[in-house]
């Protein structure tokens, strides 16, 4: 029974502190600190709630609040910032304009092995058999599987990510208001699939 009444009591209070704090419209933008440069997907969180968004692209955010709310700024790479949402605001609405400094945070060196201890590097360096001259090393790395690895993680140049943004570019506006063909339709498709069929180039 006494714990129901301190339940009930609990609540009470907290709907009376919940009524006396108003709803803001919290919105604004975050900027760096040295060239006033957005800072996008930043973190903005209520302390007391673990409540809030993030930032776009563009350092904007946008979220409803409480006056009295102490609010976090964080990014990677940038200190943290707070912030208090004053209590005599006479709009519902408040913007700001939240200036993050970056952090330097200077990270040891760490060197990454495929050995799990010393002692198995050592009995690998030991029994490892290098190839004795230019000829055969350059064929084991030409090989196809070690070709084929180097080609899936290898990034694409200037050139190409231009020509192929230049070709999505045109496709978009030369299929716009229309829907893209299909070659499942596509009589001179079909004739070249007939025709490879027929010549077996399918088949190596």
């Known amino acids: ?40 997907y930043a973190s903005i969180i209520i302390e007391s709630t673990n409540r809030g968004t993030t930032s776009d692209f563009y350092g904007y955010f946008s979220f409803v609040a409480q006056e009295n709310d102490t609010v976090l700024f964080s990014a990677l ?12 605001l ?14 330097t945070v200077q990270l040891g060196e760490v060197y990454v092995y495929p050995w799990p201890s010393r002692e198995a590097f050592a ?44 070709q999505e570019y045109n496709d978009q506006i030369y299929y716009s208001g229309q829907a893209p063909p299909i070659n499942l339709m596509n009589p001179v498709a079909w004739a070249s699939f007939i025709q490879a069929l027929r010549d077996g180039s399918l088949k190596r």
């Open 77 to 88: 790479g940038y200190r943290k910032a707070r912030f208090i949402i004053p209590d005599s």
């Open 1 to 40: 029974m006494n714990i129901k009444r301190f339940l009930l009591f609990f609540s009470c209070l907290v709907a009376l502190h919940m009524s006396g704090q108003e709803v803001v419209q919290f919105s604004g933008i975050i900027v760096t600190g040295d060239s006033l440069t957005p800072v996008p």
């Open 90 to 103: 006479s709009d519902k609405r408040y913007s700001l304009i939240q200036v993050l400094f970056t952090d």
């Open 123 to 166: 009995e690998a360096f030991i029994n490892a058999s290098a190839p004795s001259d230019d000829l055969s090393r350059a064929r084991e790395n030409l090989t196809p599987s070690r070709m084929l690895v180097m080609m899936e993680t290898m990034d694409r140049d200037g050139f190409t990510n231009y020509k192929l943004s230049t």
